[in-house]
């Protein structure tokens, strides 16, 4: 079982940044591909960003390109998410997603979730 924390939401202006963290612990990290989603109230979980698992391989839901960097760190056990020019369309819960993978897959699927870090961007 892998657990996941998620750290470093806030609230924030909008065309501020935040940096989100997601600690890993419990199976050996870099053996898991690493996503990102989010859950605005009333809305669905989407997808926002992924990364494989030596971090070779990146990808990004079409809204986010440009503004978030997604990276790992896999001494540290740790993804992050770097959020910049934030929107009040951020605004959402975000979650970080692993699952077991292989060279630059990209998971559709997710197998273990973390609790999730509120983003508040104020307009």
């Known amino acids: 079982q892998v657990q996941l924390v998620e750290s470093g939401g806030g609230l924030v202006q909008a065309g501020g940044s935040l940096r989100l963290s997601c600690a890993a612990s419990g199976r050996t990290f870099s053996n898991y591909a690493m996503g990102w989603f989010r859950q605005a109230p009333g809305k669905e979980r989407e997808f926002v960003s992924a990364?494989?698992?030596?971090?070779?391989?990146?990808y990004y839901q079409e809204s986010v390109k440009g503004r978030f960097t997604v990276s790992r760190d896999n001494a540290k056990s740790t993804v992050y998410l770097q959020m910049n020019s934030l929107k009040a369309e951020d605004t959402a819960v975000y979650y970080c997603?692993?699952?077991?993978?292989?060279?630059?897959?990209?998971?559709?699927?997710?197998?273990?979730w973390g609790q999730g870090t509120q983003v508040t961007v104020s307009s």
């Open positions: 990364i494989s698992r030596g971090g070779g391989r990146t």
């Open positions: 997603a692993a699952r077991y993978a292989y060279g630059l897959e990209i998971p559709r699927v997710y197998e273990h």
